[in-house]
């Protein structure tokens, strides 16, 4: 058994919170602690010197959709548009660039950003806009929530069924059942080799930031059986856990399900609403920028419940795309109706999960904490859109925009917080989301750097199903997924003055981690390992 020592570092140990060294056999962490007790203990290692950089557990980004971010990272991405006439302009130059005929699928278009008062530049591009730009090439704009699109007329000829849609307007953006339609029909249009292309791209990236595992959240509204079977059939290092969002009713039905599409789950975006961005996230109030819009419910009651109680029999993850409040309500209200019949310990057991979770009130906490439910959430949506005039600001107000995304609350209460991007919605970029968990627009809904690493590590994997208190973690025994940082400054420090506690303090011998302050130079990969095998280097790749 060869084993490989890794000295002259910083290593991120609770075993060992003053660690400088790390002993890696066959996959497996067998030892941490300083060079010389590591060098003496295993006289054979093959010595690989850290120079003073900082080691760390691998990430995990626990949602993700790989065929939509390797398009975005190698395609026609809107994020830098500041307005109606640059989302164009933008389109054009791909339009130029693109082969005749080829399907232009852009996204990341946000309109809540742009300037509302110059005159027709504050809203999104029409059909006709777009239509003048490209002629006859179909074109998919997805907002950059993902739930609402603009589309070239090529592109809504293509679903002879798509006026008698929910969610239809023949110039504006399609959203609900049009959307989904719209987008299936683009699909149709990618190759098996593109697909492909783009679901590696995407996982070569999360390599290189630190990511050993992703979770891929497909369904038949997001992505089709055959993008999700696709990735079923990758070979590729970093390891994917694949959520398929379609309820069903009975736990045959559930198992049947996840046979056929050699699932790993049945939640993730199994949509019970939409996004704010869109206005079709479920609230129980209406819109403050559109008084006449509460959202879309687009999976009732007895279905959630139903889905939750078959899949609990059943012994399968459940989840369930959740972002308004109303939407968070009676996914609750529903797990605890099927608490009630089963028992907590049952539904435990099963590790079910909402994603986002953006609007959960004191009572749902409380619920989903007892359930043992976990939230698998995306800080940068904070740091994005949760500042002053920003989007949910926009749409919900002040005084309902200051409680999303309370981390603080939910940790506080017991629910179990995974972190994650939503890629292509954020990017795969763990740090930013540490910085936007710590430094959130209000303090009081903040978590300490320390949770918040832990969210991005051991949360993932519990997110996944695996919580045997080793994965995730740099400790003897655990699997050797790793990753090394050129850091900056390493501090000990809470997510604001109010939790500046004992933690804080030198001698409670805390591990320290990277300055993730707004001003700090967030850590550089210079490698990533899973099983002890490197999967990433910056030397190689250049």
Same mark, same amino acid.
């Given at each position: 058994?060869?084993?490989?020592?890794?000295?002259?570092?910083?290593?991120?140990?609770?075993?060992?919170?003053?660690?400088?060294?790390?002993?890696?056999?066959?996959?497996?962490?067998?030892?941490?602690?300083?060079?010389?007790?590591?060098?003496?203990?295993?006289?054979?290692?093959?010595?690989?010197?850290?120079?003073?950089?900082?080691?760390?557990?691998?990430?995990?980004?626990?949602?993700?959709?790989?065929?939509?971010?390797? /398009?975005?990272?190698? &395609?026609?991405?809107?994020?830098?548009?500041?307005?109606?006439?640059?989302?164009?302009?933008?389109?054009?130059?791909?339009?130029?660039?693109?082969?005749?005929? %080829?399907?232009?699928?852009?996204?990341?278009? !946000?309109?809540?950003?742009?300037?509302?008062?110059?005159?027709?530049?504050? *809203?999104?591009?029409?059909?006709?806009?777009?239509?003048?730009? =490209?002629?006859?090439?179909?074109?998919?704009?997805?907002?950059?929530?993902?739930?609402?699109?603009?589309?070239?007329?090529?592109?809504?000829?293509?679903?002879?069924?798509?006026?008698?849609?929910?969610?239809?307007?023949?110039?504006?953006?399609?959203?609900?059942?049009?959307?989904?339609?719209?987008?299936?029909?683009?699909? $149709?249009?990618?190759?098996?080799?593109?697909?492909?292309?783009?679901?590696?791209?995407?996982?070569?990236?999360?390599?290189?930031?630190?990511?050993?595992?992703?979770?891929?959240?497909?369904?038949?509204?997001?992505?089709?059986? @055959?993008?999700? /079977?696709?990735?079923? !059939?990758?070979?590729?290092?970093?390891?994917? *856990?694949?959520?398929?969002?379609?309820?069903?009713?009975?736990?045959? #039905?559930?198992? +049947?399900?996840?046979?056929?599409? *050699?699932?790993?789950? /049945?939640?993730?975006?199994?949509?019970?609403?939409?996004?704010?961005?869109?206005?079709?996230?479920?609230?129980?109030?209406?819109?403050?920028?559109?008084?006449?819009?509460?959202?879309?419910?687009?999976?009732?009651?007895?279905?959630?419940?139903?889905?939750?109680?078959?899949?609990?029999? @059943?012994?399968?993850?459940? &989840?369930?795309?959740?972002?308004?409040?109303?939407?968070?309500?009676?996914?609750?209200?529903?797990?605890?109706?099927?608490?009630?019949?089963?028992? $907590?310990?049952?539904?435990?057991?099963?590790?079910? *999960?909402?994603?986002?979770?953006?609007?959960?009130?004191?009572?749902?906490?409380?619920?989903?904490?007892?359930?043992?439910? =976990?939230?698998?959430?995306?800080?940068?949506?904070?740091?994005?859109? &949760?500042?002053?005039? !920003?989007?949910? %600001?926009?749409?919900?107000?002040?005084?309902? @925009?200051?409680?999303?995304?309370?981390?603080? @609350?939910?940790?506080? =209460?017991?629910?179990?917080?995974?972190?994650?991007?939503?890629?292509?919605?954020?990017?795969?970029?763990?740090?930013?989301?540490?910085?936007?968990?710590?430094?959130?627009?209000?303090?009081?809904?903040?978590?300490?750097?320390?949770?918040?690493?832990?969210? $991005?590590?051991?949360?993932?994997?519990?997110?996944? &199903?695996?919580?045997?208190?080793?994965?995730?973690?740099?400790?003897?025994?655990?699997?050797?997924?790793?990753?090394?940082? #050129?850091?900056?400054?390493?501090?000990?420090?809470?997510?604001?003055?109010?939790?500046?506690?004992?933690?804080?303090?030198?001698?409670?011998?805390?591990?320290? /981690?990277?300055?993730?302050?707004? %001003? +700090?130079?967030?850590?550089?990969?210079?490698?990533?390992?899973?099983?002890?095998?490197?999967?990433?280097?910056?030397?190689?790749?250049?």
């Amino acid at each position: 058994m060869a084993t490989d020592l890794y000295v002259g570092g910083a290593v991120y140990s609770s075993a060992a919170p003053d660690a400088t060294a790390l002993a890696v056999t066959d996959g497996i962490v067998v030892w941490v602690g300083s060079d010389d007790v590591g060098r003496a203990l295993h006289p054979d290692a093959r010595i690989i010197p850290l120079q003073d950089r900082f080691v760390a557990p691998a990430f995990v980004d626990s949602h993700v959709h790989l065929t939509s971010t390797g /398009l975005a990272l190698s &395609g026609l991405t809107l994020t830098s548009a500041t307005s109606r006439s640059d989302c164009l302009a933008l389109l054009a130059t791909a339009h130029a660039a693109a082969a005749p005929g %080829e399907l232009i699928w852009g996204t990341g278009w !946000d309109d809540s950003a742009w300037d509302a008062t110059a005159h027709g530049e504050g *809203r999104f591009p029409t059909t006709a806009e777009i239509d003048t730009v =490209v002629g006859d090439r179909p074109v998919y704009l997805a907002r950059v929530d993902e739930h609402s699109a603009v589309a070239s007329s090529a592109l809504r000829d293509r679903v002879p069924e798509l006026a008698g849609a929910t969610g239809f307007h023949p110039a504006e953006p399609l959203v609900a059942e049009a959307h989904h339609l719209v987008r299936g029909a683009a699909r $149709t249009l990618l190759s098996a080799g593109q697909r492909r292309r783009a679901q590696v791209r995407a996982l070569d990236h999360a390599a290189s930031v630190g990511v050993v595992a992703v979770h891929e959240n497909g369904g038949p509204d997001i992505s089709g059986s @055959a993008d999700f /079977l696709a990735i079923a !059939d990758l070979d590729h290092p970093v390891s994917v *856990r694949r959520y398929w969002g379609e309820a069903v009713a009975d736990a045959e #039905e559930a198992t +049947a399900l996840m046979r056929s599409l *050699r699932a790993d789950a /049945l939640g993730g975006d199994l949509f019970v609403d939409g996004a704010l961005g869109s206005h079709t996230a479920w609230l129980s109030q209406p819109y403050t920028d559109a008084p006449d819009l509460s959202g879309i419910e687009y999976v009732d009651h007895d279905t959630v419940r139903g889905h939750i109680a078959a899949c609990t029999v @059943a012994g399968v993850q459940a &989840g369930f795309h959740v972002i308004g409040d109303a939407a968070a309500a009676s996914v609750a209200t529903a797990f605890g109706e099927v608490a009630a019949e089963f028992g $907590t310990p049952a539904l435990a057991r099963c590790a079910h *999960r909402l994603e986002h979770a953006e609007m959960i009130s004191a009572h749902d906490m409380d619920i989903l904490a007892r359930c043992g439910v =976990v939230a698998s959430m995306q800080p940068q949506f904070d740091a994005a859109w &949760g500042g002053p005039g !920003d989007l949910y %600001e926009q749409r919900l107000g002040a005084d309902r @925009a200051a409680s999303l995304n309370d981390f603080g @609350a939910l940790a506080k =209460v017991g629910v179990a917080l995974s972190f994650s991007s939503d890629a292509p919605v954020t990017g795969i970029d763990p740090w930013a989301t540490i910085r936007a968990a710590v430094h959130h627009h209000q303090p009081r809904n903040a978590i300490s750097a320390r949770a918040a690493f832990a969210a $991005t590590t051991r949360g993932g994997w519990r997110a996944g &199903g695996i919580n045997d208190g080793l994965t995730g973690t740099l400790v003897p025994g655990a699997p050797a997924h790793f990753a090394i940082w #050129e850091a900056e400054d390493l501090v000990v420090v809470g997510s604001h003055a109010g939790v500046q506690r004992w933690s804080t303090d030198p001698r409670a011998r805390v591990p320290a /981690l990277p300055d993730v302050s707004p %001003e +700090a130079t967030l850590p550089r990969c210079v490698q990533t390992f899973r099983d002890g095998i490197p999967v990433y280097s910056a030397e190689t790749t250049g």
